[in-house]
C-alpha cells in the first residue's frame, strides 16, 4: 500500500513546499508594512531587510510549513528506501511527474517573473 502512495505523497509534499513559497512572497507584496492591531496583523515577518505584518496562523503556516513539507518528504523517501521499492529517480505514473514539474514550474514564475 505505501508503495503505491510514496509517489504521491512525495509530489504533494513538493508542491506544498513550493505552495508556502509563493504565499510567503504573495504576503509580502500585499501585507501592511506595519503592526495593526485593529486588523489583527500583529505577526512580523521579513523577507531580506523588508519587514509586513500578517495574521498569527499565516505566520506560523509561513515559518513551519516548508519545513514541515521537507521533512514529510524526507520521511516519505527514507521509509520508502528501507521497504526497499524500485530506485529510480521518479517512481510513479509518468503523468504525475509532469504535473510535479508544472507546479514547480509555476511556481517558479511566480515568485522570479510575475511582478
Known amino acids: 500500500m505505501f508503495r503505491r502512495l510514496a509517489p504521491y505523497l512525495m509530489v504533494f509534499s ?10 510567503f512572497t504573495y504576503l509580502a507584496r500585499t501585507s501592511p508594512s506595519h503592526l495593526d492591531a485593529v486588523t489583527g496583523h500583529v505577526a512580523q ?13 499565516q505566520g506560523w ?19 520508502g528506501r528501507r521497504q526497499k521499492w524500485d530506485s ?18 509555476a511556481c517558479l514564475f511566480y515568485v522570479f517573473v510575475f511582478p
Open 14 to 23: 513538493g508542491i506544498g513546499f513550493f505552495g508556502c513559497i509563493s504565499y
Open 88 to 105: 529510480t529517480v521518479f517512481p510513479g505514473p509518468r503523468w504525475l511527474r509532469w504535473v510535479y514539474f508544472a507546479a514547480l514550474g
Open 61 to 79: 503556516l509561513l515559518n513551519v510549513g516548508p519545513f514541515a513539507c521537507v521533512g514529510v518528504g524526507i520521511a516519505i523517501a527514507l521509509i
Open 45 to 57: 515577518m521579513n523577507d531580506h531587510g523588508y519587514y509586513f505584518y500578517v495574521y498569527p496562523w
